[in-house]
């Protein structure tokens, strides 16, 4: 027993979880002047929520080596006992191959996917008809709360960080990511922050129900269930930043020799790009909670005006990352798209350079559009103007984007599976929601359908149409990679055809309702709007039940799917030249990169060379010093 | 399975495709996200001195912040710096009595800044000026104590480092272990003289 209680895993992550939860509650004890009375279950939840995800992470090993380091005790040699999976159980334990943990991302995340869709599924059955059907309004309040946040913060941010996880390392030809004790850790923090959020809904006074925007004054005097919001953010963002911080250094340093920056694939532009986003912004959504926590906790008066505070900086900190923040929900998603489309249509892509840079220049961009979001906020009115213009130029970018994506499907040779039907789905349903975005842009036209299902509709284009589109088609184009195995192309385009027709019926109707001024987070409506809000619900359980499909077609294809050869797309990019899926330290040798990555349909076109550099650049036709170089090996 | 890969031991070694070593631009990229939390914490500063209504900074209620013994410890985190240069230079020559003085008073510079800024809190606490008792005070304990608490990390850094160079660690080949957090050091040092300037001389 007292060995399990020593040893790194599951025990000892208890065992410390519960002591953290008695530490809490002594810290609380002694502050309070050793008064037992006097310790609050509100603050005991503050602190116990704040200390129990570090001492579960230490209990589970997350820190053993660190630990081991700096206290100069012998670190255990790398012999890789950490690395790759071979039961299930080694995806519960911590462990350094970013294959493993970006599995365990996915799958976590995927896991979040089905609880907020169910929130959303208890939404529309409330809105089905005007009245009260199923849940008070505070309840609603909290379910829509709860719902963005999940999906925003437990869903895609961290679904695109899994799949990145395990392609890019394989695709800038690296053994693993620069730090793959961190990711690790990037990866276990996330669950906590899950546990956390869902706490909420055993708050008194239910889960947090300010939106996921957790507007000042409302959060810092909402029900203590508020707090689940504001510390669950906290470590969702430390570990997204962590794992932004992990790739950058891995792109950076790690790439193998030949891979030039315009030798990489776009996905790993998109990366690079994203967690470029993701450490210089989501700082900031931190900060802003902390704020609120140290309002609530300790009666700081950040957000009090009667003490000389402003309600109004909680929105432009919260949005100088939250409007970054929707690029970090799609950056890695146009990668996903870039890779799929080229393949698919056995075509380079179209403008290349123009891809990447656009890329760049939405990163730039993302940071002077923030106040958007604050039109109708009461700020200072001119601030809108130059907001409107930047956040209509930032369609520039994109649009060269969405062109550059239709050349390189013209006069392609176009293979309509799954993960292109998906890609495709996502170039029509972006576009709609780009174009409602450069609507809602306009400053009069955003003041009339301000806090309307019109925003409620564009959101879900992008976020729906857009992300999980991209997230959809990354999972079925890499499904036999990350598993070895073929998933049930039948069952994939029933999954598109179904998500695609209801997504349509369930969201194209809110831009009516919200011109017609139904407001959104309103548990209830007028008459008016009744028929299509029965409409909207039956399509939208629809929708609920196509995610069934894609959950079966992945369960029964990992179990007992038809074995995928090493290359099933016959795609150029490194991660297709090794096994499905690839052996435990991805290559044998590290390949040489001597092409572009998108060369389809070009005759004898080579990307990577699983050769030493001398011997490869010798092939190329280099001088005949490499040449010799290579004889004395 | 080839022949050849059973035998691995562990993975291929990366290539390396850039002169910055990785524990170095990790530090940097994680400074980076450093420096953009003390942004927010500065937008809060000039949301409430600039920007709200009525808006005022100290002194407040007639107490002023005390700019002169703030002075004398922003000297003091500040030749910290140079102390700890002159340990990682120590390093670098081989001097390891050098490395061994310089960590020490390096540590004993910032455990004494820290020092004296509690006893400031202490003070200012006792003259009414509390997170409490207005947004001033809110943001003057929020943006200093923020500051403090990466003293206190980067106190926890260079003990281990301190530490480390009593047992003989680190080489004049391998002091990776002193220049990372070095920078973090210096990062620390460089945020202490922008907060000091904002918040006690501007």
Redesign the interface.
């Given at each position: 027993m007292i060995s399990h209680l020593r040893a790194p895993g599951w025990y000892r992550a208890t065992f410390w979880t519960l002591v953290s939860l008695g530490l809490s509650w002594a810290i609380l004890w002694a502050a309070n002047g050793f008064d037992a009375d006097a310790v609050t279950g509100i603050g005991f939840a503050q602190v116990a929520l704040l200390a129990f995800p570090l001492f579960f992470l230490g209990g589970l090993g997350a820190f053993d080596y660190w630990f081991y380091w700096a206290s100069g005790r012998p670190t255990r040699p790398e012999d890789h006992s950490g690395h790759g999976a071979t039961s299930w159980q080694d995806y519960f334990r911590i462990n350094t191959d970013h294959k493993v943990i970006g599995i365990q991302y996915v799958v976590t995340s995927f896991f979040f996917m089905f609880v907020g869709g169910l929130m959303a599924m208890l939404m529309r059955a409330e809105l089905a008809a005007p009245g009260r059907q199923f849940v008070d309004p505070g309840a609603f309040n909290g379910l829509f709360s709860v719902h963005a946040s999940v999906l925003i913060f437990l869903f895609i941010i961290p679904v695109f960080a899994g799949l990145a996880n395990y392609v890019l390392p394989l695709m800038i030809g690296a053994p693993d990511m620069a730090f793959p004790r961190l990711n690790a850790v990037s990866f276990w923090l996330l669950p906590c922050a899950g546990v956390i959020m869902m706490l909420s809904f055993f708050a008194p006074g239910g889960s947090f129900a300010s939106g996921w925007t957790a507007y000042a004054p409302l959060s810092v005097t909402a029900p203590p269930g508020q707090i689940c919001f504001t510390i669950g953010v906290q470590f969702a963002g430390a570990s997204s930043i962590a794992t932004a911080l992990n790739f950058l250094v891995t792109i950076i340093t790690m790439r193998a020799p030949g891979m030039s920056f315009f030798r990489m694939p776009l996905l790993v532009w998109a990366n690079f790009s994203t967690s470029l986003l993701v450490v210089i912004a989501t700082p900031f959504v931190a900060a802003s909670q902390l704020f609120v926590l140290l309002d609530r906790a300790l009666g700081f008066n950040f957000f009090n005006a009667a003490a000389g505070g402003d309600v109004l900086m909680y929105q432009h900190v919260f949005w100088f990352y939250s409007h970054p923040a929707v690029y970090i929900m799609m950056l890695p998603g146009f990668g996903i798209i870039s890779e799929i489309l080229a393949v698919k249509s056995r075509k380079p892509v179209f403008g290349y350079r123009m891809m990447a840079f656009s890329l760049l220049a939405i990163v730039v961009l993302g940071f002077a559009v923030w106040a958007h979001h604050m039109f109708v906020s009461g700020m200072q009115s001119w601030i809108r103007v130059p907001m409107m213009v930047t956040t209509a130029v930032i369609a520039v970018p994109t649009g060269i984007k969405i062109f550059s994506w239709l050349a390189t499907m013209w006069r392609g040779v176009l293979k309509l599976d799954t993960p292109m039907l998906f890609a495709l789905g996502f170039l029509t349903m972006f576009v709609l929601g780009g174009i409602s975005g450069v609507m809602l842009a306009m400053i009069p036209f955003d003041i009339y359908v301000s806090d309307t299902y019109f925003i409620v509709a564009h959101i879900h284009y992008v976020l729906f149409g857009g992300s999980l589109f991209t997230i959809f088609a990354g999972v079925y184009y890499w499904f036999p990679k990350m598993t070895g195995r073929m998933y049930n192309e039948k069952l994939g385009k029933l999954h598109f055809w179904m998500t695609f027709v209801f997504f349509n019926i369930t969201f194209a109707p809110m831009h009516l309702l919200g011109l017609q001024g139904m407001p959104r987070r309103v548990a209830d409506y007028s008459e008016q709007f009744a028929t299509w809000n029965m409409i909207i619900s039956v399509a939208s359980f629809a929708l609920g039940l196509s995610s069934l499909i894609f959950l079966y077609n992945m369960v029964a294809s990992w179990r007992g799917g038809k074995r995928a050869p090493a290359n099933p797309w016959n795609a150029l990019t490194l991660e297709w030249q090794v096994s499905s899926p690839p052996p435990i330290f991805n290559f044998d040798h590290i390949p040489t990169v001597v092409g572009g990555p998108y060369e389809y349909g070009v005759p004898g076109a080579v990307h990577g060379v699983f050769e030493s550099p001398a011997t490869a650049s010798a092939e190329a036709r280099q001088p005949a010093g490499a040449v010799s170089s290579t004889a004395k090996e | 399975?080839?022949a050849?890969?059973v035998h691995?031991?562990?993975?291929?070694?990366?290539?390396?495709?850039?002169r910055?070593?990785?524990a170095l631009?990790?530090m940097l990229?994680?400074i980076?996200?450093?420096v953009?939390?003390f942004?927010?914490?500065f937008?809060?500063y000039f949301?409430?001195r600039v920007?709200?209504e009525?808006?005022?900074w100290f002194p407040i209620d007639g107490v002023d912040l005390p700019v002169g013994v703030a002075s004398v410890n922003t000297a003091i985190l500040l030749s910290s710096s140079l102390t700890l240069h002159w340990a990682q230079t120590s390093i670098k020559n081989g001097n390891h009595t050098g490395l061994k003085v310089g960590m020490l008073l390096t540590f004993l510079l910032g455990a004494t800044f820290l020092f004296v800024q509690v006893n400031e809190y202490i003070v200012l606490t006792g003259e009414g000026i509390t997170?409490?008792?207005?947004?001033?005070?809110?943001?003057f304990?929020?943006l200093t104590g923020l500051h403090g608490a990466h003293v206190a990390v980067g106190l926890t850094l260079l003990a281990?480092v301190t530490?480390?160079s009593f047992?003989g660690?680190y080489t004049p080949e391998e002091h990776d272990g002193v220049e990372v957090p070095g920078i973090y050091w210096h990062f620390v040092d460089i945020m202490w003289v922008v907060v000091f300037t904002t918040v006690y001389i501007l």
């Open positions: - | 399975m080839e050849a890969s691995h031991h562990g993975p291929p070694a990366a290539n390396r495709s850039s910055v070593h990785p631009l990790g990229l994680f980076i996200s450093e953009m939390v942004g927010a914490f937008t809060a949301f409430i920007v709200v009525n808006a005022h997170p409490q008792s207005s947004a001033q005070g809110s943001v304990f929020a281990i530490l480390r047992r660690h």
